[in-house]
């Protein structure tokens, strides 16, 4: 298995320009999310989604769009990038929402919004 | 609300030496807690995790926590590192609704 891959591994934008982060995972987990890591802030929770079909808002959703047509896949739209945008992203998995505390990270995407 | 805090934003220590890294929680019914290491440039891999049962949680690469509900707190323990521990590690709790939320992590560095 792959478990969780993340593309790109690194991005640099400018401020107006839109772009997908993609995120797949192998494992036919039921629960995706999406956090970004900024220094000295931990991980905070931008979308998630339960299964196919259905998305949920988390902590900091402004400015980000997702949606979940598959159960592997679970990409990430920058509709307009900001420079506040520039961060860590990771996605995550689990088996279902039950046990979202077991996640499985991808290694992440860094971004640069100029 | 659900917080985590994590006390220390760096911990460097000498190889060989014990190390804890300290975690607390705001208190609530249902309580679910996890360690989780970042080593430099790549992403999160559990650590360990309390659910429920038994208060000590023996987890991968030597490392332990224990759940304390009267001080509610998840400290993280070892009792001899390597070189190779040097990481940034998350607490974290767990939500019945299932969303995680991440202490602001500490950055242990373990010196020779």
């Known amino acids: 298995n792959a478990g969780v891959t993340q593309t790109p591994k690194f991005q640099v934008l400018k401020t107006g320009q839109s772009m997908t982060l993609q995120c797949a995972q192998d494992m036919n987990h039921e629960y995706m999310s999406w956090y970004r890591q900024d220094p000295g802030m931990g991980l905070r929770l931008i979308h998630y989604s339960v299964g196919a079909g259905i998305t949920d808002q988390g902590e900091v959703p402004n400015g980000y769009n997702v949606s979940r047509s598959t159960t592997e896949d679970f990409p990430l739209r920058l509709l307009s990038a900001a420079p506040s945008q520039t961060s860590v992203y990771f996605c995550a998995s689990s088996y279902s929402q039950g046990m979202a505390g077991e996640q499985f990270f991808g290694p992440g995407t860094r971004l640069t919004v100029l | 609300a659900q917080s985590v805090t994590q006390l220390d934003s760096q911990v460097p220590v000498f190889e060989e030496a014990p190390v804890e890294l300290r975690c607390n929680y705001s208190s609530s019914v249902s309580v679910y807690l996890f360690w989780y290491v970042q080593y430099p440039n790549q992403g999160l891999q559990l650590l360990l995790k309390y659910l429920s049962g038994s208060t000590l949680v023996k987890g991968i690469n030597g490392f332990e926590a224990e759940f304390n509900k009267s001080q509610t707190s998840f400290h993280l323990r070892k009792p001899s590192v390597h070189i190779s521990d040097t990481a940034e590690y998350f607490c974290?709790?767990?939500?019945?609704?299932?969303?995680?939320?991440f202490g602001r992590g500490t950055q242990l560095t373990v010196w020779p």
């Open positions: 974290a709790r767990g939500s019945t609704l299932g969303r995680l939320y």
